[in-house]
């Protein structure tokens, strides 16, 4: 592998080793905020080991109705699930000005040839993701908008470490972000959650929600 200059040093220090090499056989790209890096239902076969920023995974239908499945970090890599030769099953976009090391299907090939122990890495996290999903899928399918409020709430990306019921701050989130996660408009989250407030279960801010107490299963 190539000598890396101390800019390209800190940029690849926080990945895992293994992660880190498959990385440095990519292209390093910078991206602005909200640049689509992948669109659904497209071909593709590069995959993007996140070095800077987050992304958005989502779907959108034809009327303009986005659910939102998950943010990934720096640290991170996404699009493994087209190396099948298949359609991209979500989209993704930048959050904020974000830098990716963008491999092709050769690179990752020739990665797995010389690296055969990464391909369990691989597997392993197209199952997480795998299993994220039919979570997913289960919660819309058989929880009310409440149920799948309280999910979101407490499995979101933000959640700081610790225990709920003492102050668990949830930062950067917005009505709108809760809503594409649950599958609900923006205005019955704003209602549920303002209701959860005068209940005493949540502090609200700009862009920030306090968890002060465990919440309800049913409202």
């Known amino acids: 592998m190539n000598s890396l200059p101390p800019s390209g040093e800190t940029l690849y220090a926080q990945l ?16 602005p905020k909200k640049a689509v890096l992948i669109n659904e ?17 989502f779907s959108m239908d034809e ?32 959050l904020e000005p974000s830098t990716c090391a963008v491999l092709s299907r050769a690179d990752i090939s020739a990665h797995l040839a010389q690296e055969p122990g990464f391909a369990l890495s691989l597997v392993a996290q197209v199952i997480r993701r795998a299993r994220a999903a039919t979570e997913a899928v289960r919660n819309m399918a058989l929880k009310d ?12 990306d933000g959640l700081s470490a610790g225990t709920l019921g ?16 649950v599958g ?12 959860l407030e005068k209940g005493g279960y949540i502090e609200m ?6 968890l002060l107490k465990k919440l309800p299963r049913s409202w």
């Open 16 to 31: 895992s080793p293994e992660l880190r090499a498959l990385a440095l056989r990519g292209v390093v790209h910078t991206y």
């Open 41 to 57: 239902s497209e071909f593709g076969e590069t995959l993007f080991v996140l070095l800077k920023g987050s992304v958005k995974v």
């Open 63 to 94: 009327h303009g109705r986005e659910v939102t499945y998950g943010n990934i970090h720096a640290g991170d890599y996404f699009g493994e699930m087209s190396l099948d030769g298949g359609p991209r099953s979500a989209s993704v976009i930048t």
């Open 145 to 156: 908008v409440y149920g799948r409020l309280v999910f979101v709430l407490e499995k979101h």
């Open 166 to 181: 003492h102050d668990i701050s949830l930062e950067s989130i917005t009505h709108q972000d809760i809503a594409s996660r």
């Open 184 to 195: 609900a408009s923006r205005e019955m989250v704003s209602r549920l959650l303002k209701d």
């Open 205 to 210: 801010g700009t862009k920030r929600i306090v």
